[in-house]
C-alpha cells in the first residue's frame, strides 16, 4: 500500500510569464508505489480487513447484498486461476465489453492477478468498432454481457484470428471460469502477481475516436497508483467519509470510460463501497439511487442537468415553477456565499439568505438531494465543465461539487476541485503530483505520474513510446510535457477553466477566434435542449444547430396542449422558438457580439452515437455532424 505524506491540500506552486500565471504544480501526497500492481489490491485487503463490505451487488429482489474483502479476494483468486487455466499468458489481452455491472469489475481484478491486460470496449460499440479493438488490441479472450454482444463479436470471427475464447456473462461466464481454474493451485496466482510491477502494462483504454480510428492508451498499474492515491488522499472527505454513513458510490458511468475505471479502482482502493448500475434510463437509476443510497456520485454534467430539470418540470406541473425558480436564485446566492467564505473573500451567508435557505430547504433542496439516493453529500464531475451556475446550485442545495479535467491519457483527472477552496466555475488545481503549463497558443500542457507513456503499436504488439508532446513517467518539472489538444487559462490562484478544444475553435472570416464549448455548454443545460453545435468558421458570423432533449420537449408539449403537434411543424413553432431564443440570449452574455450565435436551427432529430453523431463518451462528432447537416447550416447563411 501508499506511503501518505500529507492529508491535507498543498498550495501550489506558480510560474508567471510577463506577470501571467503560466504554469502551476501540487507536489504529491503520497510516495510513489515501487512493487507490486493493481492486483494487489482486493489480497491487501482481504488481509488488512476482512470483513470490511467492499462492493454491494442488487439482488433479484431489489435489495443490496455487501461483499466483503475476504469474499472478493476469494471470487477474483478462482476466477484468475480460470484464465491461467484456460491457456492465457501473462500479458495476454483480454477485452470486456458490457455494461457497468459487478462482473466487470471482478473480471478486470481477476485479469490482473493472472497477470493479463484487460482491454474495454463500450457495450454499445459497432461491430466496426469492436473489430478494431480486438483486432489493434491483439486480444486473445474476449467477455461480452449478453447474446447481442456475442452475435456481434462472433460476426467478426474470422477476421480475428487472435481471439481464441469468447465468453458471455449472462450464461455464466464467470462460473465457467471457476470451474476450468478448480485445479490450478494458488501458487500460479501468486507467481503471476508476483511478476507484475508498477512500470507493467495494466489496461489499453481507447480513445473515442472523434476525427478517425480509436487509438490505444497505454496505462500502466504505476498510472493508475499515481492517480487514484492522490485522489483519495485530496478528496478525503469523500473517500474516507467523516459523518455517520460509511462512504459509498453508486456507480452508473461506463466502465469502458477511465473516469469510471479510476473510480472503481479507487473504491477498491480506499476500501470504500461500490455498488454498480448498469441501466442509466431515468426510472432504473432512480430507483438504484433509492435503494443504493450513495454517500458520494461520480457523474458527467448531463447527469447534474437532468435532475435539476426534472425537479423544475415536476414544479412547473404543480403549478410551482415560480417557486422553484426562486429557489434555484436562492441556493445559486447561498452556494456563491460559501465560496467566498471559503476563500476569505466575504463573510458567508448573511440572515436573510439563511432564512430563505431554510425555507427552501424541505419544499426544493430536499428533493434533489432525495432524487440521488438522500444521503449524496458530494458529487465528482468530470466530462466536460459544468459551469458556475449549475456548480453553485448544487452546493447551496447541499451537494459539494468537485468537478476535474483530464484525459484517457492522463489515467482520468489531472485537475481536481481542492476541497475547502473550491472555485465556481472551474475544473480546480493540478492534482497532488501533477502540473499544469500553458502554451504560447493556450494549449494545455499537462506532466505527472499519471501521464501515459504513449499509444498501442498494432502492428508489432507493444506501446510506441511516448506520445505526441508526452514523455512516461514524467514529473512536475521534468521538463516533459503532454499536449493535451485543449485551450485553457490559468488564473492568479492557478485555478485552470477549460475553454475548448484546439482543433474545434472557430476563426471566422473576420478573424475573430471562437471557442464554440461555453456556449454549447450553456445552452445543453437549458431543459429544452439536447445537443448543440456551434458553426461558423470561415463564415461571417456564428451559427448553431440545436436539438431538442426528449423528456424537457414532452414536458413543454404537455403543459402547452401540443402533444399531437408533429416534429417537423414543432421546430418550427413560434412558442418553442421563442424559448429557445431567450436561452441563446442568456448564452451570448457569456461572450462579445463577434462571437455571438446570431441564428439557430433547431434539429427535428437528436445527435446519438447511433446515428454516428456522438462518441460514446457524448461528444460532438463535429465533421460528422456538419456534412450531414449541410444544408441546415447553409440555410443559416443565407440572406
Known amino acids: 500500500m501508499s506511503v501518505s505524506v500529507s492529508v491535507q491540500p498543498l498550495e501550489p506552486h506558480k510560474r508567471r510569464v510577463d506577470g501571467v500565471v503560466r504554469e502551476v504544480s501540487v507536489p504529491p501526497l503520497v510516495r510513489p508505489v515501487e512493487r507490486g500492481s493493481l492486483a494487489d489490491i482486493p489480497f491487501d485487503n482481504a488481509h488488512q480487513a476482512p470483513d470490511d463490505p467492499v462492493l454491494s451487488r442488487k439482488q433479484p429482489d431489489g435489495r443490496w447484498a455487501d461483499v466483503s474483502s475476504m469474499e472478493f479476494a476469494v471470487e477474483v483468486q478462482a476466477v484468475a486461476k480460470g484464465l491461467i487455466a484456460a491457456g492465457l499468458a501473462a500479458g495476454d489481452r483480454l477485452a470486456i465489453m458490457a455494461r457497468t455491472t459487478y462482473e466487470w469489475t471482478l473480471l478486470d481484478f481477476a485479469a490482473w492477478a493472472a497477470g493479463l491486460v484487460t482491454v474495454p470496449v463500450y457495450p454499445t460499440s459497432s ?28 460476426v467478426e470471427r474470422r477476421q480475428l484470428p487472435a481471439l481464441a475464447h469468447l465468453w458471455e456473462f449472462d450464461t455464466g461466464a464467470i462460473g465457467v471460469l471457476k470451474d476450468l481454474g478448480r485445479d490450478v493451485p494458488d501458487a500460479a496466482v501468486a507467481e503471476r502477481r508476483a511478476g507484475r510491477s508498477p512500470s507493467s502494462v495494466a489496461t489499453l483504454i481507447y480513445t473515442s475516436g472523434t476525427t478517425g480510428r480509436p487509438k490505444g492508451c497505454v496505462l500502466t498499474h504505476a498510472n493508475f497508483f499515481a492517480e487514484v492515491d492522490n485522489a483519495v488522499e485530496l478528496l478525503h472527505p469523500v473517500f474516507k467519509s467523516v459523518s455517520k454513513d460509511p462512504a459509498s458510490t453508486l456507480l452508473f458511468l461506463p466502465l469502458s470510460h477511465v473516469f469510471g475505471r479510476m473510480v472503481a479502482i479507487g473504491c477498491l482502493r480506499a476500501r470504500v463501497r461500490l455498488g454498480h448500475a448498469p441501466s442509466i434510463s431515468t426510472e432504473d437509476l432512480l430507483a438504484d439511487l433509492a435503494g443504493f443510497r450513495p454517500t458520494f456520485l461520480l457523474a458527467i454534467p448531463y447527469v447534474l442537468e437532468k435532475v435539476y430539470n426534472t425537479g423544475r418540470a415536476t414544479a412547473e406541473k404543480m403549478g410551482r415553477a415560480a417557486s422553484f425558480d426562486r429557489a434555484a436564485r436562492i441556493a445559486q446566492r447561498y452556494g456563491e456565499a460559501l465560496e467566498a467564505v471559503e476563500h476569505g473573500t466575504g463573510p458567508g451567508p448573511g440572515l436573510g439568505l439563511r432564512l430563505a435557505h431554510a425555507v427552501y430547504d424541505p419544499l426544493v433542496y430536499r428533493r434533489i438531494r ?30 459539494q461539487i468537485f468537478e476535474g479535467y483530464g484525459l484517457t491519457e492522463t489515467t482520468a483527472a489531472a485537475t481536481v476541485t481542492p476541497p475547502l477552496r473550491p472555485r465556481l466555475g472551474t475544473v480546480g488545481w493540478p492534482l497532488p503530483g501533477t502540473a499544469v503549463r500553458i502554451a504560447d497558443d493556450g494549449e494545455v500542457l499537462l506532466s505527472g505520474g499519471q501521464v501515459f507513456g504513449g499509444y498501442w503499436d498494432g ?23 503532454f499536449a493535451t489538444g485543449d485551450v485553457g487559462a490559468l488564473d492568479e490562484d492557478g485555478y485552470l477553466t ?45 451559427t448553431a444547430l440545436i436539438t431538442l432533449e426528449p423528456d424537457g420537449l414532452a414536458h413543454w408539449r404537455q403543459m402547452r396542449k401540443k402533444t399531437g403537434v408533429p416534429m417537423r411543424e414543432l421546430v418550427q413553432d413560434e412558442e418553442l422558438r421563442g424559448a429557445l431564443q431567450r436561452a441563446v440570449d442568456e448564452a451570448n452574455r457569456l461572450v462579445s457580439r463577434a462571437e455571438s450565435i446570431r441564428k439557430f436551427a433547431v434539429l427535428p432529430v437528436d445527435f446519438t452515437e447511433e446515428n454516428g453523431h456522438l462518441t460514446p463518451s457524448l461528444k460532438l462528432k463535429r465533421a460528422a455532424i456538419a456534412e450531414d447537416f449541410a444544408d441546415e447550416i447553409e440555410k443559416l447563411y443565407r440572406r
Not at 139 to 151: D, G, I
Not at 463 to 468: E, R
Open 370 to 399: 432525495a432524487a440521488l439516493g438522500g444521503r449524496v453529500k458530494y458529487a465528482i464531475c468530470g466530462g466536460s465543465p459544468l459551469g458556475h451556475r449549475l456548480a453553485a446550485f448544487y452546493a447551496g442545495a447541499g451537494i
Open 498 to 542: 477549460i475553454t475548448g478544444r484546439k482543433k474545434d475553435l472557430i476563426i471566422t472570416s473576420g478573424g475573430k477566434n471562437v471557442a464554440p464549448a461555453p456556449l454549447e455548454d450553456w445552452l445543453r443545460a437549458h431543459p429544452l435542449v439536447g445537443q448543440c453545435m456551434v458553426v461558423g468558421d470561415n463564415r461571417s458570423y456564428v
Open 127 to 154: 461491430a466496426f468498432q469492436a473489430r478494431w479493438i480486438l483486432q489493434d488490441s491483439g486480444a486473445v479472450a474476449c467477455a461480452v454481457e449478453n447474446k447481442e454482444q456475442a452475435r456481434l463479436i462472433s
Open 459 to 481: 502492428e508489432r504488439g507493444e506501446p510506441t513510446g511516448a506520445g505526441p508532446g508526452s514523455a512516461a513517467g514524467s514529473s512536475p518539472g521534468s521538463g516533459q510535457w
